[in-house]
């Protein structure tokens, strides 16, 4: 019964402001970096096993505080990293916002394929087959994998079995922790957009463990 973290990169310069997608030299901004820090400190009391990351700079520097803490290594996942949105990475979100193109897309997110880039029915499948292989790899650990925050909504609402052109009613801020529980039956989902303190006991799921049985 693996339980996945799904953690969205912290603050950087770009965020709101343009399409950073897999641009190059992303890094966190200050505000950034103390989030990442705090994220560590919320994340110490969780038995984590491994660390998986986003090969993108935002992802691996949120990630980087933990791993010191917990002594493990960050294994990169290029299947984690942010949308290709093809021909828009680096345009200004308020002059995207603008166009007819973007509206149409944002309101039928099912069928949008970025201009140049991928869709958004690609990105769910190498979303969910990047986590479920994870899970997998550790079927009775606690698993931290650092990603983008599309990607995070794509991964809850197929999880849910929620229709895609809904997605952008989750919020997912940054540095945010959702959580699913992958064992035998239907996805668990933990905690959503999580920015508090993440002290749950884990013997609770031992007791839902044996009530999904009866």
Request: hydrophobic residues 45%.
């Amino acid at each position: 019964m693996a339980i996945i973290l799904l953690i969205r990169h912290a603050a950087n310069d770009a965020m709101g402001k343009w399409l950073a997608g897999w641009t190059p030299g992303v890094h966190l901004n200050e505000a950034g970096r103390r989030q990442a820090e705090a994220l560590a400190e919320r994340l110490a009391p969780l038995p984590i096993r491994a660390i998986y990351s986003s090969p993108l700079e935002r992802a691996l520097e949120t990630a980087e505080p933990l791993a010191r803490r917990k002594g493990l290594e960050i294994q990169i996942v290029p299947e984690l990293g942010e949308v290709r949105y093809g021909d828009w990475t680096g345009k200004s979100l308020k002059r995207l916002r603008r166009q007819k193109a973007w509206q149409r897309l944002v309101s039928t997110i099912s069928r949008a394929c970025f201009p140049g880039g991928e869709a958004m029915v690609d990105l769910i499948a190498r979303g969910v087959r990047a986590v479920e292989t994870i899970a997998a790899r550790h079927p009775r650990d606690v698993v931290a994998l650092f990603t983008h925050a599309d990607l995070i909504r794509a991964v809850t609402a197929y999880y849910l079995g929620m229709p895609l052109d809904l997605y952008h009613r989750l919020m997912i801020a940054p540095a945010s922790v959702t959580i699913f529980w992958l064992a035998e039956g239907p996805p668990l989902l933990l905690r959503l957009n999580d920015t508090g303190p993440l002290q749950w006991p884990l013997e609770d799921l031992a007791y839902l463990s044996k009530a999904r049985k009866r």
